[in-house]
């Protein structure tokens, strides 16, 4: 299975970017897939999480109304629009997938490389 993440940035305070990330390998729209980010000198965090057929979503607290996580299992692809960036946003977001279609049990299995975002206050 590989996951290939893109879409990272450099924007400004208050700018959208959208994430992008394709998955190949294994049927795609069995899997739950989540976003998560890792900012320098701290630790790699869940910002969002989708199921297998997109009815369920998790969002981090920090996150809620800004960021949406969608898929697109005709396209293999799982977004993550951010939208009202903040400079707290600023890290390496990875895209990942779960042996599972949820995403409840926090499992996962797969890692993309990283995508920068940066966000200049």
């Known amino acids: 299975v590989q996951l290939q993440a893109s879409g990272g940035g450099l924007v400004q305070a208050g700018g959208s970017l959208r994430l992008s990330c394709a998955a190949s390998?294994?049927?795609?729209?069995?899997?739950?897939m989540s976003w998560f980010r890792q900012a320098p000198g701290k630790e790699r965090e869940l910002v969002a999480a989708i199921s297998w057929g997109g009815g369920s979503t998790y969002y981090k607290d920090s996150v809620k109304g800004r960021f949406t996580i969608s898929r697109d299992n005709a396209k293999n692809r799982v977004y993550l629009q951010m939208n009202s960036l903040k400079p707290e946003d600023t890290a390496v977001y990875y895209c990942?997938?779960?042996?599972?279609?949820?995403?409840?049990?926090?499992?996962?299995?797969?890692w993309g490389q990283g995508t920068q975002v940066t966000v200049s206050s």
């Open positions: 990942a997938s779960s042996p599972r279609g949820t995403w409840t049990t926090f499992e996962y299995d797969y």
């Open positions: 390998g294994r049927t795609f729209s069995s899997y739950a």
